[in-house]
């Protein structure tokens, strides 16, 4: 059976969507229709065939047909070649993206899936296999997990890169997709000051934690990786590196998995680390880990901020935010004890 999956995701919602890709790819591969950022990250896994694009799928009306037209033209000429049997897309998609999908009827069976029915848990990585049985899919030997398989060869390629830098180097995340822009009209609501950021860098390299920090993140987010360095001591700035728009979506997981640890906000790579197995600290301030923890096969230590307008993600007072209350006052303390816990418990099950 030939069959689509059309998901128009972030990075982080598409790794979490990973234990679907798997289930429905076990007997043979599932295409997938999803933005271009798809292609980079789940390209060459295990139950992935074709990966489609498509850009701006929720730009609607006369300005998505001007803009959008001829690229939507040739994936929809695409699509009828390849013949698919099924083609399935989540209730939650954009009312124009589901009435395009609803077009394929007769040409193929069309199934939806949705994880917003009754009695379905709140994290969307429970609620996958609720989703899967709103769809009529038998979800014997499901596996929950996200994962993203990284192979033998890419880990030792990312291995000897970061081989130079140390034994144990850790991977820091500080922006999230509010820092990935040029222009900006709000501070990083999910993060932390540079202040606190150096504070706790600092704190890796006097107690022996590490051997040395790599920022991670987008072009953009050199401005903010260069504030950090700036906080950082100037005898310790030497083990701190700068990363950002360094290391492409290709080789993110590849570089988390050989990395000794990852220290992030709530947003994508967490979730990829989280994927490949890389111990990881995960903050949330604005956002509610009930709703958006990152799940793996590895370690994970959630820190949570607090303030009483908390969580507000979603909501119009985090549009206005300009404090980032929920975590400009997050203790040092709370973070390094957060990060040792998660050492332990990595050394624990290595039998180190």
């Not at 069309?110 to 996958?128: E, L, Y």
């Not at 014997?140 to 060869?153: F, I, K, M, N, W």
């Not at 709703?291 to 206005?320: D, V």
Request: net charge positive.
């Amino acid at each position: 059976m030939r069959r689509l999956l059309v998901y128009f995701a972030r990075v982080g919602d598409l790794v979490i969507f990973t234990p679907i890709i798997r289930h429905l790819g076990r007997d043979s591969t599932v295409d997938l229709l999803v933005r271009p950022w798809g292609v980079p990250l789940l390209n060459g896994q295990p139950a992935v065939g074709t990966i489609h694009t498509l850009a701006n799928p929720n730009r609607g009306g006369l300005v998505g047909v001007l803009l959008d037209g001829s690229e939507r033209r040739r994936v929809a000429q695409t699509l009828a070649a390849c013949d698919y049997d099924e083609i399935i897309a989540f209730k939650g998609e954009n009312p124009a993206i589901l009435a395009w999908v609803d077009t394929w009827r007769g040409r193929a069976t069309v199934r939806f899936i949705s994880r917003t029915i009754p009695g379905a848990p709140r994290h969307n990585v429970d609620a996958n296999k609720n989703a899967l049985v709103f769809g009529g899919f038998p979800v014997d030997d499901y596996d929950s997990l996200p994962r993203l398989q990284v192979t033998e060869a890419a880990r030792s390629q990312a291995a000897a890169r970061l081989a130079p830098l140390g034994q144990r180097v850790v991977a820091l995340q500080a922006g999230s997709s509010l820092t990935h822009r040029w222009f900006r009209r709000q501070p990083n609501l999910k993060g932390l000051s540079p202040t606190q950021w150096s504070a706790f860098i600092e704190h890796l390299f006097t107690h022996d934690h590490a051997d040395a920090v790599v920022l991670h993140g987008s072009k953009p987010e050199h401005r903010d990786a260069q504030a950090i360095i700036a906080a950082v001591a100037p005898a310790k700035r030497s083990r701190l590196h700068d990363w950002t728009g360094r290391v492409p979506l290709t080789e993110l997981p590849s570089v988390l998995a050989a990395s000794y640890a990852t220290v992030s906000v709530d947003t994508g790579p967490a979730h990829i680390a989280a994927a490949v197995g890389c111990p990881l600290v995960v903050i949330f301030g604005p956002t509610d880990p009930a709703l958006f923890a990152p799940r793996g096969p590895g370690p994970i230590e959630i820190i949570l901020g607090s303030a009483p307008c908390q969580f507000c993600h979603g909501t119009k007072q985090f549009k206005r935010c300009q404090v980032n209350v929920c975590l400009n006052t997050l203790p040092l303390a709370q973070l390094t004890s957060a990060f040792d816990r998660m050492v332990t418990t990595t050394i624990t099950a290595r039998g180190q």
